[in-house]
């Protein structure tokens, strides 16, 4: 079965980086859209970042435009999510995901059929 599996999480200061990744298995990442999702305490999960099966379309929401970059290596079957000039503002539990539907890069979390456990960053001010 697929299981996507993050790890990078932690504590760290506004302004600091972290670099998340999330593992696949039993599936490939070229073969789906991987995205990034995050949900902070009380708030709804939203869309951070997501690249196509092809890697020609990557989307990014605009709160996160300029600081974090998606990637993925397809010879370790991996994606990776770098967080620059972190804020307070972006504490939550972060989740990979993946979707194997026809739209590029979707930003719509119905969209994506298999979920990681999730990775905690928090952004101490």
């Known amino acids: 079965q697929v299981q996507l599996v993050e790890n990078g999480g932690g504590l760290v200061q506004a302004g600091g980086s972290l670099r998340l990744s999330c593992a696949a298995s039993?599936?490939?990442?070229?073969?789906?859209?991987m995205g990034w999702f995050r949900q902070a305490p009380g708030k709804e999960r939203e869309f951070v970042a997501a690249?196509?099966?092809?890697?020609?379309?990557?989307r990014y929401a605009d709160s996160v435009k300029g600081r974090f970059t998606i990637s993925r290596d397809v010879a370790k079957n991996t994606v990776y999510l770098q967080m620059n000039s972190l804020k307070p503002e972006d504490t939550a539990v972060y989740s990979c995901?993946?979707?194997?539907?026809?739209?590029?890069?979707?930003?719509?979390?119905?969209?994506?059929?298999?979920w990681g456990q999730g990775t905690q960053v928090t952004v101490s001010s």
């Open positions: 995901a993946a979707d194997r539907g026809l739209s590029a890069a979707t930003m719509r979390a119905s969209a994506y059929d298999y």
């Open positions: 039993g599936l490939s990442v070229s073969s789906a859209n």
């Open positions: 690249v196509s099966r092809s890697a020609a379309t990557i």
